[in-house]
């Protein structure tokens, strides 16, 4: 095979780069700035000090919190397969491959983050003898292959989405923190909720960018996800709604709160949006916060 000379060379650089789009390298940029952060902040199960356990400061309501989390967070391949399924890496265009390249890199840290939160909740039910490790697995077992279904395909819908939950889940956590005495449920709060801030702080990049490249029309997706968001799982578990009920009885937690961190990143935008888009996306987020 004949060798390229120089000029050749450099003029296929030149393409290769051209082929690479702004989206992507935006997505390079906030990604790294994601993983640097979790990386300066890692902890793992050893961290933990389990001897710390009061299993007696935990009430009723906390036992059904705690299973309640527990099972959300032990979803964790399903959410995986999901949003590996829904940013394909083969049979894509190079802008599409070069942009899930990039989010991949964020998605193998947050499932790992996921995948501790889940390790970690499955061992406080052990270890402040709410069950016995065998039944606490079979319990997520019989409801970790349940499938669920996220109504969204194009990009800036899922970011917002996961915006949305990240924020609301990190907000739960905080507010838990607050009103629970068990003192190791305390501390596990405490780092889960900032693993979910910073998850968190990943999407509120993801959105911006979106709304700066696509402009206006985003609105539409931004709305779609207001309009029809539900926290994971709801209507998967058996016993859903008992628990949530339970949740918000013990919590005082509202996933609707976190509706105003999107309207505050939208409003940056005013200038390039114009204002009435933006008053009207905060009318749809009062009307949504204000359903039953
Ligand atoms: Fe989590
Ligand atoms: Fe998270």
Request: hydrophobic share 40%.
């Amino acid at each position: 095979m004949e060798r390229e000379g120089p000029a050749e060379e450099s003029r296929a650089e030149e393409s290769r780069a051209e082929g690479v789009p702004p989206e992507a390298l935006e997505t390079r940029r906030v990604v790294e700035q994601a993983v640097r952060r979790s990386g300066q902040h890692r902890w793992d199960l050893e961290d933990v000090n389990w001897d710390r356990v009061r299993a007696e400061e935990l009430t009723e309501d906390d036992r059904t919190v705690v299973r309640f989390l527990t099972y959300i967070e032990d979803h964790i391949p399903w959410y995986l397969n999901f949003f590996l399924d829904a940013f394909p890496t083969t049979d894509v265009d190079l802008a599409t491959y070069a942009r899930n390249r990039e989010y991949f890199r964020f998605l193998v840290m947050w499932a790992n983050d996921e995948e501790k939160h889940a390790a970690a909740l499955t061992r406080y039910q052990v270890t402040a003898e709410m069950a016995d490790e065998a039944t606490v697995l079979r319990q997520l077992a019989a409801e970790g292959g349940k499938p669920w279904d996220l109504p969204y395909e194009h990009p800036l819908e899922l970011y917002t989405y996961a915006f949305l939950q990240e924020k609301a889940t990190q907000l739960f956590y905080q507010r838990y923190q607050r009103v629970v005495r068990e003192p190791l449920l305390r501390d596990l709060l405490g780092k889960l909720a900032a693993d979910e801030a910073r998850h968190f702080g990943l999407y509120s990049h993801l959105v911006a960018n979106s709304l700066a490249t696509v402009g206006p029309r985003a609105l539409d997706g931004v709305k779609n996800v207001l309009s029809t968001f539900e926290m994971p799982l709801n209507g998967v578990l058996d016993g859903y709604w008992r628990m949530a009920l339970r949740v918000v009885d013990r919590v005082g937690h509202d996933h609707t709160e976190a509706y105003d961190s999107l309207g505050r990143l939208v409003g940056r935008f005013s200038d390039q949006f114009g204002t009435p888009d933006v008053d009207d996306l905060w009318r749809l987020i009062r009307d949504v916060q204000r359903m039953p």
